[in-house]
């Protein structure tokens, strides 16, 4: 967990130094008014103090230097996929849509259980059913299908042997 210190600063045109700088980033910067308490209650003063509260997060050396970009939710999701040999059934929901968008996949909107690709041979709908996962290569896309081609795939396939299939086309 990152170590995080306040300070309390009455100067507002703070400049760190280069030291501080580069192991620190400034999180939250808050400035607050507060008048100046007077020993005589009955002068009156329009002066008030501005308070300036900085936090600074310190960034551990290891991931300061490797700097490594944020994942999406589907890159998170990916990370989480069981070897590719397992069977589809035994993969979280989330998991085979990161695998879907992964592979050039586009879900539906109205519908998420149906998926679209556009490959450079052939198009093709792809739908989640409860039981087995369905893909129809269109006859409309480009190739020479006489008709549209349905192939059915049971979640007992593991992913690679699914995913092989699928990718292999028509």
């Known amino acids: 967990m990152s170590t995080i210190s306040s300070s309390k600063f009455t100067n507002t045109n703070l400049s760190l ?8 980033s400034i999180f939250h910067t808050t400035h607050f008014t507060k008048p100046i308490p007077f020993p005589n209650p009955l002068s009156i003063s329009l002066k008030k ?27 998170e999701w990916l990370q989480k996929l069981p070897e590719k040999t397992k069977p589809l059934y035994s993969h ?41 996962l369905y893909i129809r290569y269109l006859k409309s896309g480009p190739g020479n299908l006489e008709k549209d081609v349905e192939r059915r795939f049971s979640y007992a396939l593991s992913r690679e042997d699914i995913e092989n299939a699928v990718l292999g086309g028509p």
């Open 92 to 132: 979280s929901l989330p998991c085979i849509e990161a695998w879907l968008k992964n592979l050039g996949f586009n879900q539906s909107k109205d519908d998420r259980a149906l998926w679209f690709v556009n490959k450079p041979d052939w198009h093709a709908h792809l739908s989640l059913d409860v039981t087995d």
């Open 49 to 75: 103090t501005i308070t300036t509260i900085t936090v600074f997060c310190k960034f551990s050396e290891s991931s300061a230097e490797s700097e490594e970009p944020l994942l999406t939710p589907e890159d």
């Open 17 to 24: 130094p280069s030291s501080i700088s580069s192991k620190f």
